[in-house]
């Protein structure tokens, strides 16, 4: 294995190493953690976003609420009336942001999360849904926010808090997700197909390029479970939020990683670069877990590392593409660049998004720029793959012509010859029988001057046909010859190879009677290994026993003929 090889190959194995880890962690951390309840019940609430001041200085706060800076990080307090007209069963929904919150109501403490964190390792507060029951007295009272951030002044955004009754939660979240789950849906399925096509190709044993659909079918997939996992839909399913939370940073981390080998893949001149891109990423991803597993940082201090090496990354992939592109004519490369300009738009937008707190459509830039990438790769590796299935199909055909006797349809003197080697090496391995038979039509040159060659090559074509109605469901037939044909039985025993034979004169009989006209093939059969149980020293040895059998057997029908 050269060097380059091996470097490709440690590569898979640390990839399929980090997915093992990161499935096994977030079971573990679906069976084990312990958070506040942030389990969604099936609950619909109404706007909730104007009436709020600061608790601290009483002014009025409306958009999104900047939280002060503290000795522990980041904290504010609000609060709000809650309206008169609530009706019994009502809840309060809020959406935070790596945030914990205490609530109140008239200055009691009756909910809170992510304030007692007892999983085993990390401070798992995601990005997460709160609903909370109220009291069926609440009307009227006021309700306090205490919010706090032990990492960054994240604001809190007051235009996604709601209030109100359980039976229009469903209908409000699907339509907040819909397109996630969309996207999710689309791309998983394309990611899936390139799968299959890729494996396809490997038990078809074709090369169409099945690691370019391998690597980027597993990039849609990736990128599909990010984006669902990134929006709200996986609690509403699990209810558990550091499943979700868990899952998106791990995906998120190693996206970059099939996208690179995809590029490796279509790159012919960058290859050693962008594997050691992927070790950079692999690198990273264990970087971050075990730092986060031994409880020195959370994920969210890690975030803009990630975020700066996709920018690195998408840089190098447009960089050695238009390279490649100009440098060295590979016109491949060239819809990877543009689906990766497009990408690299999205990603800084979104991110630009999310630095300014801009929370709520980043995520769309993402998909948008995610689903235009995936459409001109797609497009692109579909238009390659159907122009080396089409060469393809040309090298068969032509291949079929090169091994084909053009008159008969039979295999030709050079298939003979391969496919002789072959059940000689077969029969010597593995032990087996196999028989040889040598033909001879008798008379054509006779019928050649009588009637023409276009009745010589008319039993031509009927002593072929009825050499492969005999001998097609046991073995190969071909034309070696002018007149001579030969039919290769593998696995054959001479009592089988006899009973083919007389088949073979029970057909030449009725094809006679049936036509008039005089069709006969003179023969030589010759078993794989001699009349001592032991192997020819050669296939030609074996090829010459059959055929002087048939010039033996030919000689002894002409001389019955003549007498």
């Known amino acids: 294995m050269v060097k380059g090889d091996r470097a490709y190959f440690i590569v898979l194995v640390l990839f399929v190493v980090a997915c093992v880890i990161g499935a096994v962690t977030v079971a573990y951390a679906g069976r084990t953690f312990h958070l506040d309840d942030t389990h969604v019940s099936i609950d619909v609430p109404r706007s909730y976003s104007t009436g709020w001041y600061d608790v601290l200085t009483g002014a009025s706060v409306t958009g999104d609420a900047a939280p002060r800076e503290t000795s522990d990080g980041w904290s504010i307090s609000i609060s709000n009336v809650i309206p008169a007209d609530v009706e019994p ?15 109140y109501l008239e200055g009691r403490q009756f909910a809170s999360y992510a304030t007692d964190n007892r999983s085993s390792f990390g401070s798992l507060f995601g990005k997460v849904w709160l609903f909370v029951p109220l ?33 229009a939660i469903a209908f409000v979240m699907l339509q907040k997700n819909l397109l996630a789950v969309l996207f999710f849906s689309l791309t998983g399925l394309l990611g899936l197909l390139c799968l299959l096509v890729a494996l396809w190709q490997v038990r078809s044993h074709r090369r169409y390029g099945q690691g370019s659909f391998f690597f980027l079918g597993l990039f849609f997939l990736l990128s599909s479970v990010w984006v669902i996992t ?74 803009p590392f990630v975020h700066v090496f996709m920018i690195l990354v998408s840089a190098v992939l447009i960089g050695t593409g238009l390279r490649e592109k100009i440098r060295f004519k590979n016109d491949a490369a060239f819809a990877l660049v543009v689906g990766c300009s497009i990408l690299s738009v999205s990603i800084v937008i979104s991110l630009w998004m999310i630095y300014s707190q801009i929370f709520q459509w980043y995520l769309m830039i993402v998909m948008a720029g995610l689903f235009c990438f995936e459409f001109v790769l797609i497009v692109d590796l579909g238009r390659r793959f159907l122009m080396m299935m089409n060469e393809q199909a040309k090298v068969e055909v032509y291949k079929k012509l090169a091994y084909s006797d053009f008159l008969t349809m039979l295999g030709n003197r050079a298939a003979f010859d391969d496919a002789l080697r072959l059940a000689y090496a077969s029969s010597r391995s593995a032990g087996g029988p196999s028989a040889l038979l040598i033909f001879d039509l008798n008379e054509l040159k006779r019928w050649n001057d009588q009637a023409g060659h276009s009745y010589g090559d008319l039993l031509l074509r009927d002593a072929a046909t009825l050499l492969r109605t005999v001998f097609s469901p046991a073995g190969e037939s071909f034309r070696i010859g002018g007149d001579e044909f030969a039919v290769i039985l593998r696995n054959c025993t001479l009592e089988k190879a006899s009973g083919l034979l007389a088949e073979l004169e029970r057909k030449m009989d009725e094809y006679r009677a049936k036509t008039g006209k005089e069709l006969v093939l003179a023969y030589g059969l010759a078993m794989s290994r001699d009349e001592h149980g032991r192997p020819y020293a050669s296939s030609l040895e074996w090829f010459k026993v059959a055929d002087e059998r048939m010039y033996a057997e030919k000689l002894k029908t002409k001389a019955m003929t003549r007498s």
């Open 89 to 103: 069963g009502s809840v309060f929904c809020m959406y935070t942001n790596w945030q914990s919150v205490r609530i």
């Open 135 to 167: 009291p069926d007295d609440a009307g009227g009272k006021e309700l306090t926010l205490e919010i706090s951030s032990k990492y960054e002044e994240i604001k809190v955004g007051l235009t996604r808090m709601f209030i109100g009754d359980r039976n």
């Open 230 to 303: 990134d929006s709200s839909v996986l609690q509403f399913v699990s209810g558990n939020s550091a499943i979700g939370s868990l899952i998106s940073v791990f995906v998120f981390i190693l996206l970059p990683l099939p996208l690179l080998l995809f590029a490796r893949s279509v790159y012919r001149n960058h290859g050693k670069l962008l594997v050691w891109f992927c070790f950079a990423d692999l690198m990273l991803f264990f970087t971050i877990y075990i730092l986060y597993v031994s409880n020195l940082v959370d994920f969210s201090i890690c975030l």
